[in-house]
């Protein structure tokens, strides 16, 4: 076998190459290098142009200055208070959500786990359904559960709990049910993942020497699930930080979360530099919560290796 | 004390599958409904499928939306799978940590961040190379291979690290050219992966709502921009047939894959199986 031509080898190595390089030139030009544009942009002003706001460089003869940049972006989003009320808001809805998740989730989580092996396919295949359906979609579901003459108002009318309908939809209550019904599979998939794979016999040998469930549970299961719980909330938190669909469409009018507040600010008032900004803060408030779990992915994987 | 806690998980269970159906199975149930009025209900009928059939605007949006799915997804399919052998076969390399990195962050970054942050890419490629000229299904399209990538690229990974690296090792210990080793060893063990994938970088694309509308351009309306402009303004009946068939067709979709791969790994455990058994 001729194996070790010269001209193998160098195909060897090219095609190393093109797999590593191939997607790495993909998501640098595409996912990464955007971010920079983003920033640049942050410091520009808005004019009516095409594109809609003022370059950085100008080399033309008539520009008067061949470099150009303002802060005025981020000293707007520190004046007004729309930014900082949906920044917080955003933090806020995203927070209590993701804890509404934890404790929705994690029983399910633990309840598939130990499930016999037949039930645990048909259950997780039934969390993961709903997940490959129309996210769109599913958020429109829940207006016709929440609106006035929806669903849930109907039932509540008609059993004689209420006698007017109440306001659910477009309300935070709307948003929080969306968000938690939205990434509840999120929460649960590695939750399981990780539940799934401890030892249940430590648990026995706790319970046979005289230890409560409960305390079962907080000393050995609650600790050992940590990693789960880790990565499942950050999978809730930090697409829920950002996210515009819900609030459009099951929020109030004072539902301001950033996502939409970016959406509108971009859509509505086209003020691209401003937007940018509003993109460029939001990143900065992300990037903690990203590096801690894709710190968390990279121990994960090396742990199977 | 055990049956007390059976009993709670069983609730937990009931309570957080209903949580998770009734709101689809109700929707299912009023695309049926007669009544123009969403919420009473008047009698059985089929009148909205059979208006979404006479509106062209759902039609094209539909069939824009999945072309464009059906080519994002195979190029996301390629690149993450590409992208996962990069991370689990390829050993160290400079830049493997940010190459982590870029995969990692698509699978939760805010959706508006992507889609402005792609938009803005767009027009000052526009005023440097004038490319890509008119925004529209192309635009869209690279948006979507972006983000889908990242989720082939982690399926992809979690099966290449879950397989037996010694049949790999070995064709290349008899002389097999790595690339030849790929397509003959690697490729057919990680199909199953690359096709689930596909099928969720396909369901992705054909769902994105906030990408296509910064990308896009005055021409392209996918069909969730469409439909997110009806129902802006509340529940329409004809909405509910739309999306009662989009469900259905993903739903049964979803399950027959899920059977056959499931049939596969149950036929190569048994392969395996024999093989052992042959040996002895």
């Known amino acids: 076998m001729s194996s070790n031509l010269p001209q193998q080898r160098i195909m060897d190595i090219l095609w190393r190459r093109f797999v590593i390089v191939a997607p790495y030139l993909w998501l640098f030009i595409f996912f990464l290098a955007p971010f920079a544009i983003i920033f640049k942009i942050s410091f520009a002003d808005p004019i009516v142009a095409q594109p809609p706001f003022t370059p950085l460089f100008n080399f033309s003869v008539q520009a008067d200055k061949w470099f150009y940049f303002t802060l005025d972006n981020y000293r707007f989003l520190l004046e007004d208070n729309l930014y900082w009320i949906s920044y917080l808001k955003s933090f806020k809805i995203a927070f209590i959500s993701t804890c509404l998740c934890l404790l929705i989730g994690y029983p399910m989580a633990y309840a598939i786990a130990r499930a016999s092996p037949v039930w645990r396919n048909v259950l997780l295949f039934l969390i993961i359904l709903p997940f490959w359906t129309s996210f769109l979609l599913r958020v429109y579901a829940w207006m016709g559960m929440l609106s006035t003459h929806g669903v849930i108002n109907n039932l509540l009318i008609s059993i004689g709990f209420i006698d007017q309908p109440l306001k659910l939809l477009y309300t935070d209550f709307a948003v929080y049910v969306g968000i938690v019904y939205s990434y509840l599979p999120f929460m649960i998939l590695p939750l399981f993942a990780n539940l799934v794979k401890l030892d249940f016999d430590l648990n026995e040998a706790a319970a046979d020497l005289g230890a409560k469930p409960l305390v079962i549970f907080r000393d050995i299961t609650l600790p050992l699930s940590i990693p789960g719980i880790i990565a499942g909330s950050l999978l809730v938190f930090i697409p829920a930080l950002g996210e515009f669909v819900i609030p459009a469409l099951l929020g109030g009018l004072d539902t301001l979360m950033i996502g939409r507040t970016l959406y509108d600010e971009f859509f509505s008032n086209r003020d691209w530099p401003l937007s940018s900004a509003v993109a460029t803060v939001l990143l900065l408030i992300l990037v903690l919560p990203m590096m801690i779990f894709q710190h968390h992915q990279i121990n994960e994987t090396d742990y199977q290796e | ?280």
């Open chain 2, 1 to 280: 004390m055990n049956r007390q806690r059976s009993t709670f998980l069983i609730t937990v269970l009931c309570f957080g599958y209903a949580f998770l159906y009734i709101p689809i199975i109700m929707v299912m149930i009023y695309s049926f409904n007669d009544s123009r009025i969403v919420s009473v209900w008047g009698g059985f009928s089929f009148r909205w499928y059979l208006a979404l059939l006479d509106n062209r605007q759902i039609i094209e949006a539909a069939l824009l939306s999945l072309r464009i799915a059906f080519i994002s997804a195979t190029i996301a399919t390629i690149l993450g799978t590409l992208a996962g052998l990069a991370l689990t076969r390829m050993g160290r390399f400079r830049g493997r940590i940010l190459f982590t990195g870029m995969i990692v962050a698509p699978l939760v970054m805010p959706e508006v961040i992507t889609g402005l942050s792609l938009l803005l890419l767009f027009v000052s490629l526009q005023d440097f190379i004038g490319w890509p000229g008119e925004r529209g299904a192309t635009t869209i399209m690279i948006g979507h291979i972006t983000f889908s990538m990242a989720y082939v690229a982690v399926i992809v990974q979690s099966r290449l690290m879950s397989m037996d690296q010694s049949l790999e090792e070995a064709a290349m210990d008899l002389g097999g050219r790595p690339f030849r080793v790929m397509i003959d060893i690697t490729l057919p063990i990680i199909a199953p992966a690359m096709l689930s994938g596909w099928l969720l970088a396909f369901t992705l694309s054909l769902d994105d709502l906030v990408i296509a509308s910064f990308v896009s351009g005055p021409g392209a309306s996918t069909l969730p921009m469409w439909i997110y402009s009806k129902i802006r303004l509340g529940v329409t009946p004809d909405i509910n047939a739309l999306a009662t068939i989009i469900i259905t067709i993903v739903s049964i979709g979803v399950v027959i894959a899920g059977w056959l791969m499931l049939r596969q790994e149950k036929q190569r455990q048994q392969d395996v199986q024999l093989a052992y058994n042959n040996n002895l």
